[in-house]
């Protein structure tokens, strides 16, 4: 399959952006492929049309499908494994958010309550122990708000996401007391 320059550059530029967040490039760009074309696709099609190795695009999307990003599919009259991702943004964004809190504020969380549930804490700065119970109340109360936010509908997120700093009129709150409460 031959992408437009438009698409190609869609894929090339994710394949970039998933570098910056920690993810292989090719992974990224498997991702973006299979997208912004909203159909599925057989491994060789995607490593002819990323001009990537057949073995690469199979370890990529074992990666993506840990991340429950891509499932297997089967198309009627095709015998080989196709591959789909959701075409819906707002999908792939709540289990992109899921995953990341599982594999990274998960595990953080846990090695911070077993840090402070330690005895051996007594011995260490007062301070260090704060700082320690105060990143584990920001990583709780992150996670819990994101939670709520996930569950929401789509239309009622993206409103919430909208409102912004306007929050702050509906609970009242002025500059000043945003600056006395250290926000």
Do not use: C
């Amino acid at each position: 399959m031959d992408l437009s320059p438009t698409l190609s550059r869609f894929v090339l530029h994710w394949g970039e952006m998933g570098t910056r967040w920690g993810v292989n490039r090719t992974v990224s760009q498997i991702h973006a492929l299979l997208y912004i074309t909203g159909r599925p696709m057989h491994a060789e099609e995607i490593a002819d049309t990323l001009k990537v190795a057949r073995s690469n695009v199979s370890n990529s999307i074992r990666e993506l499908q840990s991340w429950s990003l891509v499932k297997l599919v089967h198309v009627a009259g095709d015998r080989r494994d196709h591959f789909e991702t959701s075409r819906q943004v707002w999908e792939l964004f709540r289990t992109i958010v899921k995953e990341r809190q599982r594999r990274e504020i998960a595990p953080t969380m846990e090695v911070l309550r077993e840090l402070l549930a330690d005895p051996a804490i007594a011995k260490d700065p007062a301070e260090a122990k704060r700082r320690m119970q105060e990143t584990l109340e920001l990583l709780d109360t992150l996670t819990l708000w994101s939670d709520e936010m996930l569950r929401l509908d789509t239309q009622t997120l993206t409103k919430v996401l909208k409102l912004g700093a306007k929050i702050k009129k509906l609970l009242g709150r002025t500059p000043a007391e945003d600056t006395a409460a250290g926000a």
